[in-house]
């Protein structure tokens, strides 16, 4: 850390030395252009007064002619010296609105931060880099994941103290935590889970051994009995197949695989929905490998995951779980009303071993021992299956640790940083790296604000408890403070799962925060490709644009999106052969290691430094770098898609034209504020307040104002859940063409008008201007 100190105490005592060094470019530019204009200011000066003394001499017997000369002379003079000098003047104000313009669209490594501290972007992120320590990383996953810490434990207890001291330790301006009861289910202490095989006569056959501990937090508890129906991952499309083949699920216990790129949560609610009696998921080897030659699950591992449909506490739906507070009897409707089951794949291959019917397509094929692809829902011996679920509700006291650095021009604007801390297991790639990068992140910050980094705005960094069971610690924190995030918090980073392999980036994000990644990309180096960027590497790849990936429910940014109205963003990088321990009593930091060949803080030093290159650009930038035109491109493949069911829909008197409208009018709006932003003068605060704050709340904007949320808490219209999204509108109207018996006017109607009141809203918002639908549009 002297070593830092040093160099920035001489560049801040000689100002010329830290412009060479860091903004030489603009310096010596500006040196030479006066320079220039100097000499050519004494050229001009010499040059004709040697001439008009020589003009003088020579022609003295004609002194009238040489008085003209002479005047002449003179206004040259003085014409050229004005001239030169308003070139010099206006050359150095149009380098300022360069920097200026340069800043909205890429940070310029020149422009300085404001408050006095004299440093440049450039200058924060040699020493951002120069900071990052590698083995503290490593170290900290260590700590973290040396047992099982889930949420109320005595080993989760601990741990918290022990990041509370951590933070303290940094001396950042405020350190603090914030406590809550939750709702959380665990497996009973007597009564276990448990699944049989039963004979024609529905007497116990066998009985199928399960570990204790392999439980989904939030299943209904309760038996359910039937044949067995395999629905591969579970997805719309999977059951809307088996329906179409004839094969019913009503009653039945459903066999799903983990992945597809859908939740347990998700799959559990398609099955409740198509009728099944109860739901077993399993990981399958051509998923998760399970090779006995390579590092990967043994066959009898189970994957655990919570399996309600949203986050938080499900108890107090829209509502925070503080313990001062008293709630009427609330359930989520998120929650299953069937019970759930994690299975291992020697358990899956007994039950999918016995089924009888139809094939199934090719790409549902498992990877199981003597296991032929049939989907059910019959076994062989007109066996059953019956499965038995008994967890219990308790209420545990959650810590939320937060420790923040105040921002010195907009302190009531945050940069926010959060990592789960709690896990059901180790979970070295769960939540010790989420923790470990955190701490780091936060370190860093604190040690380059104690050598002269000034924040514009505030930087939060918090340790989050329950995220095992759907970041309930975090989304109690923005239940309790919904009212004013959208004014306050500028974006969030989740650190959760930061680094399962060291090779392919992926980022989980709202569209607003596409270009802060694109410059961040091109800054950090890959972790595994030394040499090379970020950026670099994935272009030879396929491209960049690979990385950017929708938001999830599961994920840590999830909530804060489309519950709160926030841009978030989870990064995470990964291998091509996917970590399989996540959600296992295996995930240690052994293992990940293993995976990661040693390289472990290596990496996640790596995707420390993306993180902080965003941090910094959000902290130091005059305008917040966000692209406010993001959602127009969204809406308007949408609007394609609907004008290509133009004809239907007005068959059945539907009209999409207010839709179109809705459209246009946000587009408009949100090219009007960005061409405002790029001819203001942006060193007038008033006018940077007025559009940081206007930026600041685009993404609240597609939050829906007409549903409640109690009932739908995920109101975001592009990335929440419910029948007020784009996406339930979108799949409603494919019913158009491949199931018309099933498409409904009425509901569609319903769905087109909340979309769309949304939409227009958002265009007035920034606008500012009042809403006026046209009449011919109200009839759509």
Known sequence: METIRTPLRQSSSVNVSRGDEVGGAQWAELRSVTSEVDQEDETEEAGPGSDITTLMLSYHHGSRRAGVLL???????????????????????????????????????????????????????????????????????????????????????????????????????????????????????????????????????????????????????????????????????????????GVSVVGSVVVIRVGGDVTFAEKVWMAERNGAGGVLI??????????????????????????????????????????????PSIQSSGLPLIPVLPISATVAAKLLSQLTGLSCPPSWRVRLPYVRCVVGPDLSSARKVKMSVNNEMMPVLLNNIFSSL????????????????????????????????????????????????????SLLFVSWDAGDFGNVGATEWLEGYLSMLHLKAVAYFSLDQAVMGDDILSAHSSPLLVDLLDAAIRQVEHPK??????????????????????????????????????????????????????????????????????????????????????VLRLAHDHILPLRITSYAQTVLQFSAKLNKHSAELQSRGLSPQWVFSARGDYGRAAKALQSAIDHSDLYDPATLRSYNTRIMRVEYFFLSQYVSVVDTPFRHVIHGHGEHTL?????????????PERFDEKRFRRQLALFTWTLQGAANAMSAHVWNIHTTHTQA
């Open 727 to 739: 996406s339930a509108l979108s799949e409603h109207l494919d019913r158009l063409t491949s199931d």
């Open 529 to 614: 490709h030394a040499g090379q960027t970020i950026y670099s590497q994935a272009e030879q790849n396929g491209g960049s644009w690979r990385i950017l990936k929708p938001l999830y429910v599961n994920s840590g940014a999830y909530s804060f999106t489309a519950f709160a109205g926030v841009p978030a963003m989870e990064l995470r990088f990964t291998e091509e052969r996917a970590y399989p321990f996540v959600n296992t009593p295996l995930d240690s930091v052994a293992r990940l290691q293993e995976v990661l060949g040693g390289r472990l803080g290596i990496a996640g030093r790596s995707l420390g430094e993306l993180v902080g290159e965003m």
């Open 282 to 327: 399993y990981p399958d080897p051509a998923d998760l490998p399970q090779d006995p030659r390579r590092l990967g699950l043994n066959t009898h591992t189970a994957v655990s995951e919570h399996v309600h449909l949203g986050s938080g506490d499900p108890f107090t739906p829209g509502f925070p779980s503080f313990n001062h507070t008293q709630f």
């Open 406 to 457: 105040e921002g010195q021009v907009e302190p009531d604007q945050y940069i926010i940083l959060g990592a789960q801390r709690d896990s059901l297991g180790p979970g070295a790639a769960k939540s010790g790296v989420g923790t470990a990068i955190l701490l780091e992140l936060a370190r860093t910050f604190s040690a380059m604000v104690k050598n002269g980094f000034s924040p514009r705005r």
């Open 71 to 245: 005047c002449v002379c003179g206004v040259t003079i003085f014409t050229t010296a004005f001239l030169l000098a308003y070139a010099v003047f206006s050359g150095h104000y149009c380098s300022q609105v360069g920097v200026q313009e340069e800043e909205q669209h890429g940070g310029l490594d020149k422009a300085p931060a404001e408050s006095g501290a004299g440093l440049y972007l450039g200058q924060l992120r040699v020493m951002m880099r120069r900071l990052l320590q590698d083995e503290d990383i490593h170290n900290t996953v260590s700590r973290v994941s040396r047992a099982s810490h889930p949420p109320g434990s005595s080993e989760g207890t601990l741990l918290a103290s022990e990041v509370l001291h951590r933070f303290r330790e940094m001396h950042m301006d405020h350190t603090w935590t914030e406590s809550l009861y939750a709702t959380l289910q665990f497996p009973h202490r007597s009564l276990r889970s448990s699944v049989w095989l039963l004979d024609s006569a529905g007497l116990v056959s066998e009985q199928i051994p399960l570990n204790p501990s392999d439980y989904c937090p939030y299943s209904a508890t309760g038996t359910a009995m039937g044949g067995v129906v395999y629905a591969n991952y579970g997805r719309q499309q999977d059951f809307y197949w088996l329906r179409s083949s």
